[in-house]
């Protein structure tokens, strides 16, 4: 068989694989595009559209209030069995300040809430449910959304299907550009619009162009949406080219007979003298006798703004430190784990990276589109003429 009777058979061949990818994974790929784009302002979001109790209206003076009476408001409004998991501080200066708990229902489940207190009064502004069990409708908008996303609402132990809806648009796209590069070899052909072709030319065009154009971009999100699904694969992976440290252990507290707890303020005071820079961004709370307190200080060149690997664990009754991660420590692996959800959310980009994720989030869409009219075309072209 001649050589460019054989490329012709698989350039056909891959044109159908791309086609029957793209007809069905690509639906599900524009409903996960457009979410995802929304949630790069997912907390804009949130708080606009539960302005009534996450934000607030700062004093002349402003003067916060200590965290341990912005904690102890919380306590007072919650239940007598909540078990606190995290205070988290106000990432701006109209934000309320945040405190989970967790509350043992009575269908064996398990209700999560968020208390929220304004900084500068230690007033309570509000209470929501989190979660309750697996039921994800139970959640706030931008949580559901996220489940969403990530797992298109079948469950956290059902994420893998998405991430095989990833791997095969990853293959899609690979197709796309074997399938891109021009017969003749002019490159630059792939790179433009004939306007003033016919339609069909025209829509092919821009398929082609926002494809190529786009490539890298949907390479890197759907890498690193596939690599945080499979995360223990991705961590094993990893782990041959580099080492890659188990989570850290913050240790245990040794309970003191009539001692009470150090406090959040003294936690965090602890945390301060091994990482003087960078903003409070959370307190993992102690929820047993030998738990420890988790404080964070994010520093500015952290690639994520939605969590910090800069943790110290203090001793929940003597205040020592027990545990540090400090991610300037970490090995090109771990390195590389870190930056996986900020790449894939934007956060990497600062403030530039959420309407450039947006936008992105679009792509997809354009992508169906374009790819769903030129099928179209192609299947009218091959139809028989009725008489």
């Known amino acids: 068989m001649p050589l460019e009777r054989r490329r012709g058979r698989l350039r056909r061949s891959f044109l159908r694989l791309h086609q029957i990818i793209g007809l069905f994974a690509g ?77 043992d229902a009575e269908d064996l489940e398990s209700d999560f809430y968020e208390t929220f207190v304004d900084p500068y009064t230690a007033q309570v502004k509000g209470r929501r449910l989190l979660l309750h069990g697996d039921k994800t409708f139970s959640q706030p908008f931008i949580q559901i959304l996220l489940a969403f996303h990530s797992t298109l609402l079948l469950g956290a132990n059902n994420a893998y299907l998405v991430g095989s809806v990833g791997v095969l648009l990853l293959l899609s796209v690979l197709v796309g550009l074997y399938l891109w590069w021009p017969r003749n070899g002019d490159w630059r052909l792939g790179l433009k619009v004939k306007w003033g072709a016919s339609r069909e030319r025209i829509v092919y065009d821009l398929h082609r162009c926002f494809g190529i154009y786009g490539a890298a971009i949907l390479l890197v999100m759907l890498l690193t949406g596939v690599a945080m699904i499979f995360k223990p694969a991705t961590r094993g992976v990893t782990a041959l080219f580099s080492p890659v440290r188990a989570d850290p252990d913050f240790g245990r507290s040794k309970p003191i007979t009539n001692g009470a707890p150090i406090g959040v303020d003294a936690a965090v005071a602890a945390a301060d003298r091994i990482f ?83 936008l992105i989030g679009l792509l997809p869409l354009v992508l169906y589109v374009t790819g769903f009219l030129r099928w179209r075309q192609r299947r009218r072209g091959r139809a028989p003429p009725s008489f």
């Open 27 to 103: 639906a599900l790929f524009v409903l996960i595009g457009l979410s995802g784009g929304v949630l790069a302002f997912r907390e804009d979001i949130d708080e606009w559209l539960n302005d009534s109790i996450m934000r607030v209206e700062p004093p002349a003076q402003a003067s916060p209030k200590s965290l341990n009476e912005i904690l102890a408001a919380a306590v007072a409004a919650a239940p007598p069995d909540a078990k606190l998991e995290r205070l988290t501080a106000p990432r701006h200066a109209r934000a309320a300040a945040a405190v989970t708990y967790m509350v």
């Open 276 to 358: 003087p820079d960078g903003r409070l961004h959370w307190v993992l709370l102690p929820s047993t006798p030998t738990g420890v307190y988790v404080v964070g200080k994010q520093s500015r060149n952290e690639p994520s703004r939605s969590k910090t690997f800069r943790n110290v664990g203090v001793d929940q009754y003597g205040g020592e430190v027990l545990g540090v991660q400090d991610r300037s420590g970490f090995t090109a692996g771990e390195r590389f784990l870190e930056w996986l959800f900020p790449l894939h959310s934007g956060e990497a980009f600062g403030e530039i990276g959420r309407p450039l994720t947006l």
